[in-house]
């Protein structure tokens, strides 16, 4: 009822209100925003109006913030956002910007509408006049899994690859959270870092354990970690939580990076990523570093989430289903000096297009 409400509230004045020229970053409730959105405001506010609305902060006891939010929204005349945006906004009024937060690997939005309500996904693909994408190849599945035409998405590259790429002095300028500070006090003591970033499993309400492991295997790579003198992140996706029963952040050289804001910084200081069916890797590439893809629940994920391709022709390695061959393939990964053709290859479907700066591109095409 109350989203109802909002609604129709910001439809009448969105439909009475004229424009300012202003960018307004919106947050879809439950989520926190993504590093395409970090990156841009960062670049846009000491050149331009810009205002964050944060749907986490809507609706309830909110009622002034609420009414701020319905004031910004229909008043800006960009809106960029990352999952999705209010239905009460019109859309002939804005520019509205969907940066997303990944690459689909899995079957997403329209590739899996059986667990959306189809008026909700054709009402979010009617307001998205631009979508980010890595590569024109990213472009092809991002236009089939969001319903949006394929020259409405961009191909220059997602904008916040740019924290990968670019000098540390403009990384420190672009960080909004002061985490390379961070990053790089925990990191220091170590010879190498290796990152942990699973993704989701079930759906996004039922915060599922993505890393389960036994108390003897937990035991085994705690005793890998401290002999190598081995950093591991372990940053879970935010629909994920751990079980209380597992003990993999309690152990030696561990440390859970799950409340860092910006993955990309935990990226750029990682010598070997670990993931499973994310889409992290894709950004990973760009450091021409080592990547392991740990996947001991292939069966049920598949049958419960699909991939729009063949996973294992699908990701840059062959992916490792057990833990055994986890431990084993580790000390090689973290090794190694060269990353494979195979791994090249993958660079070359979601990079070769990449803009010398991703986000000043997709900033001079929304601006102009």
């Known amino acids: 009822m109350l989203k109802l409400v909002f609604n129709l509230v910001l439809r009448i004045l969105d439909f009475f209100l004229p424009k300012k020229n202003m960018v307004c970053f919106y947050i879809t409730p439950r989520t926190f925003w993504d590093a395409n959105q970090q990156i841009l405001y960062a670049k846009l506010k000491g050149r331009h109006k810009v205002i964050v609305v944060d749907g986490n902060y809507i609706g309830g006891t909110r009622f002034l913030n609420t009414i701020m939010s319905i004031w910004n929204l229909s008043r800006s005349k960009i809106v960029i956002f990352d999952h999705s945006i209010p239905f009460g906004l019109i859309a002939s009024n804005h520019v509205m910007v969907n940066v997303w937060h990944g690459s689909p690997i899995k079957n997403i939005r329209f590739l899996c509408n059986n667990r959306f309500d189809e008026k909700f996904l054709l009402e979010q693909s009617k307001r998205t006049h631009y979508l980010a994408s890595a590569s024109n190849y990213d472009a092809l599945l991002m236009s089939s899994a969001l319903n949006v035409p394929y020259f409405n998405v961009t ?48 759906d996004s309400h039922t915060k599922n354990d993505p890393a389960e492991f036994t108390e003897k295997q937990l035991l085994i790579l705690e005793k890998y970690l401290i002999r190598t003198n081995t950093l591991l992140f372990v940053r879970l996706h935010k629909f994920s939580s751990i079980n209380r029963n597992n003990g993999i952040l309690n152990i030696s050289n561990v440390i859970d990076a799950s409340d860092y804001k910006n993955p990309m910084i935990l990226l750029r200081y990682t010598d070997l990523l ?3 069916y994310s889409s992290i890797w894709i950004d990973f590439l760009l450091l021409k570093k080592p990547i392991i893809i740990y996947t001991p629940d292939i069966d049920v994920y598949t049958q419960n989430h699909g991939f729009i391709f063949d996973f294992e022709e699908s990701i840059p390695c062959s992916p490792l289903t057990s833990f055994d061959s986890l431990i084993d ?40």
Do not use: M, W
């Not at 403009?170 to 500070?181: G, S």
């Not at 990353?339 to 900033?363: M, P, T």
């Open 155 to 202: 191909k220059f590259g997602l904008p916040r690859n740019d924290y990968l790429t670019c000098t540390k002095n403009e990384l420190i300028d672009l960080d909004l959270y002061d985490e390379v500070q961070v990053v790089e006090s925990k990191t220091k003591k170590y010879s190498k870092v290796a990152l942990f970033a699973p993704t989701y499993r079930g």
């Open 329 to 368: 393939n580790l000390d090689v990964a973290l090794n190694s000096k060269v990353v494979s053709e195979r791994q090249n290859y993958f660079y070359e479907r979601y990079h070769a297009s990449k803009s010398h700066s991703s986000s000043d591109e997709l900033i001079e095409l929304i601006l102009r």
């Open 274 to 276: 670990i993931t499973d």
